[in-house]
């Protein structure tokens, strides 16, 4: 699974049904449907996060140093729903980065207002980027909703 793009990312998965016992020989797998209707879901099926699958169904066969295998092989391909990470992480960024621009309209001499209202922005965009962390696994590369966030904790710094 590659994340890079998460949320706007698709991923595609595979399952395989393989025969390591029997040969071609002995045992052919074959789809007992056409390709187009060997492997569909339920129209009341619903994934929350995944937009409906797009499947592809292949018949073939492994070659192995014990001979040819017959295999099955379902190719699934899913879309990420965006609105769920519009609502709960982009939009409160803008939202937070727009009222830090307040800053830039207040006077000059009104430091106080100035510094709690840049510390009140930089702690509510950690808390922000700590809770869009949260849901997603440990990788070793950087996602996209916690770069977001922390160019736009650069953008609402005060200058």
Same mark, same amino acid.
């Given at each position: 699974m590659q994340l890079?793009?998460?949320?706007?990312?698709?991923?595609?998965?595979?399952?395989?049904?393989?025969?390591?016992?029997?040969?071609?020989?002995?045992?052919? &797998?074959?789809?007992?449907?056409?390709?187009?209707?060997?492997?569909?879901?339920?129209?009341?099926?619903e994934l929350p996060?995944?937009?409906?699958?797009?499947?592809?169904?292949?018949?073939?066969?492994?070659?192995?140093?014990?001979?040819?295998?017959?295999?099955?092989?379902?190719?699934?391909?899913?879309?990420?729903?965006?609105?769920?990470? &519009?609502?709960?992480?982009?939009?409160?960024?803008? &939202?937070?980065?727009?009222?830090?621009?307040?800053?830039?309209?207040?006077?000059?001499?009104?430091?106080?207002?100035?510094?709690?209202?840049?510390?009140?922005?930089?702690?509510?965009?950690?808390?922000?980027?700590?809770?869009?962390?949260?849901? &997603?696994?440990?990788?070793?590369?950087?996602?996209?909703?916690?770069?977001?966030?922390?160019?736009?904790?650069?953008?609402?710094?005060?200058?």
């Amino acid at each position: 699974m590659q994340l890079r793009l998460y949320p706007m990312d698709t991923q595609e998965c595979e399952i395989y049904l393989e025969s390591y016992g029997y040969s071609t020989e002995i045992l052919y &797998l074959h789809w007992h449907w056409d390709k187009d209707t060997a492997f569909s879901m339920e129209p009341n099926l619903e994934l929350p996060n995944f937009m409906r699958p797009i499947s592809d169904s292949i018949e073939c066969v492994d070659t192995y140093s014990m001979g040819l295998f017959s295999c099955l092989k379902v190719k699934l391909k899913l879309q990420r729903r965006i609105s769920y990470h &519009l609502t709960q992480t982009y939009l409160p960024t803008i &939202l937070i980065v727009s009222v830090s621009w307040v800053t830039f309209w207040l006077s000059v001499e009104a430091v106080p207002a100035r510094v709690s209202l840049g510390i009140t922005t930089l702690l509510t965009m950690t808390t922000l980027i700590g809770g869009a962390k949260q849901g &997603l696994p440990a990788v070793s590369y950087i996602k996209v909703p916690p770069h977001v966030a922390l160019t736009s904790a650069d953008i609402a710094r005060p200058r």
